[in-house]
């Protein structure tokens, strides 16, 4: 019986001087939750790759502080009325004991599509009124729908763990089944692991629970895991590659879509291609790359998707006649981020529309084309009667600053 029991299960960290790699993130979390009364975010969001340990960090935190955990899965939980009726009762009810109670929302980025409608939203909510201390654990948190939830949670990374940590994980649950492991096989096995140490155990325990043995041979029978990437790894094999191979095969073990990796490539080719006619023909493969999306999008044409790619890995890659030294730092497309930008502009726009509209009894579309541009300039020119529009329409400071700045 003891045999069958997942490993990954029976040698979960119990207390946090057992969770390797993460010294900082640990800190950070241990930090958080000790001063969680003075803290002004009333939750903290886990981020980082899958397998890194997140979940098992909290469960061990909870022990070593001596709190009540309670744990929902966000799969379990996908919509308003689901969350509010499981996560909110939790949150209203006093712990059993009278001990600290904790609550961890794990798989966050699960939620997601229309069966979710509201999920997010509630969780906010619930989060702003908390009277005790919430996790949140998630891969991927820099998707646009998480911007309210990012806003209002402390943001801890769990990184993607070495491949020494690894080991030293592996080697402590083989010396502990009694598995006459080879350490050159250990170290193969949590090199191949990308950082994903769940995987890893179970990679052990299915080739060598029953032989009680583990050597470079074994490796062979788990066929060759396929670890994701992170991005900016997959874009650094682009940008420093002249070989159109290794060029072709970049992409393969990243799960993201090509219009990202397009946005990507366009932040960050001016970083790594010093020559101004590299610089261009990369440009002038990124710009073939757009044409072909703009095909697929208007007519459907979605052979085309063979050349995006080839446009985006190949043709970038030998548009300079060779490698560049150095490594510079690749960043986060900031394309997002402006459109994010301009978008809270319209909103605000808007709002002040909307309300110079119930003033005047017309249409916020009229009031945007014909009033707004006009109330902008009086606003410039006389502060008076700046607060004498405030005042008739009900604008706070920050909508008269705004129309004060339009031009």
Not at 382 to 388: G, L
Request: charged fraction near 30%; aromatic fraction near 6%; glycine fraction near 6%.
């Amino acid at each position: 019986m003891q045999a069958t029991v997942p490993w990954i299960r029976k040698y979960a960290p119990k207390t946090l001087a057992e969770v390797q790699g993460h010294d900082r993130a640990i800190a950070g979390l241990k930090a958080y939750l000790t001063g969680y009364r003075s803290q002004k975010k009333r939750a903290a969001l886990l981020y980082g790759p899958t397998g890194s340990g997140k979940t098992c960090a909290v469960h061990a935190i909870s022990r070593d502080l001596g709190l009540e955990l309670l744990e929902v899965n966000a799969s379990d939980v996908r919509n308003e009325a689901a969350i509010r009726e499981r996560v909110g009762t939790a949150l209203s009810q006093r712990s059993l004991f009278f001990r600290g109670k904790l609550i961890l929302l794990d798989e966050i980025d699960g939620l997601s599509g229309t069966k979710d409608r509201g999920g997010l939203a509630a969780v906010t909510k619930l989060i702003r009124t908390s009277a005790h201390p919430i996790i949140l654990t998630a891969n991927e948190i820099w998707d646009s729908k998480f911007s309210s939830l990012r806003s209002t949670c402390e943001l801890i990374e769990f990184r993607t763990l070495t491949y020494q940590s690894v080991a030293k994980v592996l080697s402590r649950i083989a010396l502990a089944e009694g598995v006459e492991a080879d350490d050159a096989a250990i170290v193969a096995l949590a090199r191949s692991s990308g950082g994903d140490v769940r995987a890893a155990i179970n990679d052990l325990q299915t080739v060598s629970s029953e032989t009680r043995r583990f050597s470079a041979g074994d490796l062979a029978l788990l066929g060759g895991r396929r670890q994701t990437e992170p991005i900016a790894q997959a874009i650094m094999r682009i940008l420093k590659t002249t070989d159109e191979a290794v060029a072709r095969a970049a992409l393969d073990s990243t799960d993201e879509d090509l219009d990202e990796v397009l946005l990507w490539l366009d932040e960050n080719l001016p970083r790594e291609y010093g020559r101004p006619e590299d610089l261009a023909a990369a440009y002038d493969a990124l710009s073939r790359a757009d044409v072909y999306r703009g095909r697929i999008r208007r007519q459907q044409h979605w052979r085309f998707l063979v050349y995006i790619r080839e446009l985006l890995t190949v043709g970038v890659a030998l548009a300079k006649k060779e490698k560049y030294k150095g490594f510079p730092s690749y960043r986060r497309p900031m394309r997002p981020l402006k459109i994010w930008q301009a978008n809270q502009r319209y909103l605000r726009r808007r709002s002040i529309a909307e309300k110079i509209a119930a003033g005047t009894h017309s249409s916020t579309r009229r009031v945007i084309q014909d009033m707004v541009p006009y109330l902008a300039a009086v606003c410039r020119q006389d502060a008076v009667a700046a607060v004498a529009i405030a005042e008739e329409y009900g604008l706070d400071s920050e909508e008269i600053a705004w129309l004060r700045e339009r031009r």
